[in-house]
Structures are given as structure tokens and as C-alpha cells.
């Protein structure tokens, strides 16, 4: 099995709750002692997980980052990012998905996965070129969200949207040029929100296969939100759409 760091409390802890035979062994910072690392250790030592002292230079040098919390755990990759049909023929019910076309910045992939968790959403799906990896930062950032959202990774992007029309999904990317916004669509069949990358919006096949376009009403002065903030926005109406439904 491939390895990976992960790093932050949040997301080794995550990673012991949900799939604890993955983790390798964990590095702790020797010198913190404070409740929420002696739980820490504590789930970890009751899981069989090794535990290795280190000092925080230790620690940044094996993730590359000071802001690793003083504990950094060894994981063997998950099974999460299946292959997209096996994980849409086990959902029940109409799919929601979230569509990220080129994001580079890894805090913005966590926050979205985060979100995406959040909201009960099925799948982020990406494409393989020119978009950031989930990486050590992405997990961090992710708050355990990325053990717990299938994150799926496509080799043609505008492909795999014409696929899930043909599953009845309705591909759906925001815009800031057009004049419908997402409280004129509705959102409680298979959704696919696509957001476009973090300067260049959509990619023009990208935006040529959605079915519809939308925008995020901005009624003050800033022209677009970040990434995963619009993320959430429209991840959460389709949400609140379904809820009222039921």
C-alpha cells in the first residue's frame, strides 16, 4: 500500500476514527503534553498505532510545513476516490455532486472538500492536469474531510460531464457574466455544481458542456467570493432545496 503524511489534528485524528489499520505509526511533538495530544495519543495507542517522539524541527522537515499542530501521522492511501461509475451506481437517490475545473491552491481543495463534507455532497470530482493534488495541506485543511468525501480525479473533464448527462445530471457552473442566479434553478434532481478555477473561472469546453449557468448574487462591493465560500453557497441552497422538499 502507498503512503502518505498527513498532518494537523484534525486530520490524523479523523484518519484514526474512520480507518485506524491505515496508519502507520505517528510522530508527536515531545514537548507538547496538553489534553488534546494526550487524547491523541491515547486513541492511537488503544488503536495499535506506533507512536514516535520528535521535536518540531523533526516534524517540519517531514511535511515540509511548520504548521503541522506537533503531530504527523505515516497512512497508507484510502479507497476513497473509486471509479466514479461504481460510486455513482451505489447512491441513493438523486446525486449531488461538486465539479472543481483547475483549482491550484490547496488550502481552497480542502475548504471545499470540507464543505462538500459538510453538505452532505457525494463526490468532488477534478481533473487529473493543471489543478492541485490532494496533498499533505489539502488534507490538513480539509478538517478529516478528506477521509470521509470520495475525491475523484478525471483524465477528461468535459468527458466525464457529457457522462453524467447521460445518468440525468444536470451539470450546472457558476459565472459572474450571466444574469440567472441559483435561486432561479432548481436543485433537488442530480446536481453537478461546477466551479471554475481560482482566476480564470471555467475553462471554455468546461463551460460549453454545462446545461445551465449561474451566478452568485453580490450585492456589495467585492466582485466574487473565494472558491470554496461559492462552494458552500450553492452546495447549501441545493441542500436547503431538498429539505423543503421532503
Same mark, same amino acid.
Given at each position: 500500500?502507498?503512503?502518505?503524511? @498527513?498532518?494537523?489534528?484534525?486530520?490524523?485524528?479523523?484518519?484514526?476514527?474512520?480507518?485506524?489499520?491505515?496508519?502507520?505509526?505517528?510522530?508527536?511533538?515531545? !514537548?507538547?503534553?496538553?489534553?488534546?495530544? &494526550?487524547?491523541?495519543?491515547?486513541?492511537?495507542?488503544?488503536?495499535?498505532?506506533?507512536?514516535? +517522539?520528535?521535536?518540531? &524541527?523533526?516534524?517540519?522537515?517531514?511535511?515540509?510545513?511548520?504548521?503541522? +499542530?506537533?503531530?504527523?501521522?505515516?497512512?497508507?492511501?484510502?479507497?476513497?476516490?473509486?471509479?466514479?461509475?461504481?460510486?455513482?451506481?451505489? @447512491?441513493?437517490?438523486?446525486?449531488?455532486?461538486?465539479?472543481?475545473?483547475?483549482?491550484?491552491?490547496?488550502?481552497?481543495?480542502?475548504?471545499?472538500?470540507?464543505?462538500?463534507?459538510?453538505?452532505?455532497?457525494?463526490?468532488?470530482?477534478?481533473?487529473?492536469?493543471?489543478?492541485?493534488?490532494? %496533498?499533505?495541506?489539502?488534507?490538513?485543511?480539509?478538517?478529516?474531510?478528506?477521509?470521509?468525501?470520495?475525491?475523484?480525479?478525471?483524465?477528461?473533464?468535459?468527458?466525464?460531464?457529457?457522462?453524467?448527462?447521460?445518468?440525468? @445530471?444536470?451539470? @450546472? =457552473? *457558476?459565472?459572474?457574466?450571466?444574469?440567472? *442566479?441559483?435561486? !432561479?434553478?432548481?436543485?433537488?434532481? =442530480?446536481?453537478?455544481?461546477?466551479? =471554475? %478555477?481560482?482566476?480564470?473561472?471555467?475553462?471554455? /469546453?468546461?463551460?460549453?458542456?454545462?446545461?445551465?449557468?449561474? &451566478?452568485?448574487?453580490? /450585492?456589495?462591493?467585492?466582485?466574487?467570493? %473565494?472558491?470554496?465560500?461559492?462552494?458552500?453557497?450553492?452546495?447549501?441552497?441545493?441542500?436547503? +432545496?431538498?429539505?423543503?422538499? &421532503?
Amino acid at each position: 500500500m502507498k503512503s502518505k503524511m @498527513i498532518f494537523g489534528f484534525h486530520a490524523v485524528t479523523s484518519r484514526i476514527r474512520h480507518e485506524a489499520s491505515s496508519v502507520e505509526e505517528i510522530y508527536v511533538d515531545s !514537548d507538547r503534553s496538553d489534553r488534546r495530544m &494526550q487524547e491523541l495519543i491515547h486513541a492511537a495507542k488503544s488503536a495499535g498505532i506506533r507512536i514516535i +517522539q520528535a521535536d518540531d &524541527q523533526r516534524l517540519s522537515n517531514i511535511v515540509g510545513t511548520r504548521r503541522h +499542530q506537533g503531530v504527523v501521522a505515516k497512512a497508507g492511501e484510502l479507497s476513497l476516490a473509486r471509479n466514479l461509475d461504481e460510486l455513482l451506481d451505489a @447512491i441513493e437517490g438523486p446525486p449531488l455532486l461538486l465539479i472543481l475545473d483547475g483549482i491550484t491552491d490547496p488550502h481552497n481543495l480542502g475548504a471545499c472538500l470540507r464543505v462538500a463534507d459538510g453538505v452532505g455532497a457525494h463526490a468532488v470530482i477534478a481533473p487529473k492536469d493543471r489543478a492541485v493534488g490532494l %496533498n499533505a495541506t489539502a488534507a490538513k485543511v480539509a478538517s478529516g474531510a478528506a477521509e470521509t468525501v470520495p475525491y475523484i480525479t478525471v483524465t477528461n473533464l468535459a468527458r466525464t460531464l457529457r457522462d453524467l448527462k447521460e445518468r440525468d @445530471i444536470w451539470i @450546472i =457552473g *457558476t459565472s459572474d457574466d450571466v444574469d440567472k *442566479t441559483i435561486y !432561479d434553478v432548481d436543485f433537488k434532481g =442530480g446536481i453537478a455544481i461546477v466551479m =471554475g %478555477n481560482e482566476g480564470e473561472g471555467m475553462r471554455r /469546453l468546461t463551460r460549453e458542456t454545462c446545461d445551465m449557468l449561474v &451566478q452568485i448574487p453580490m /450585492l456589495g462591493s467585492v466582485e466574487s467570493l %473565494n472558491v470554496s465560500v461559492a462552494s458552500g453557497v450553492c452546495l447549501y441552497e441545493a441542500r436547503r +432545496q431538498r429539505i423543503a422538499s &421532503q
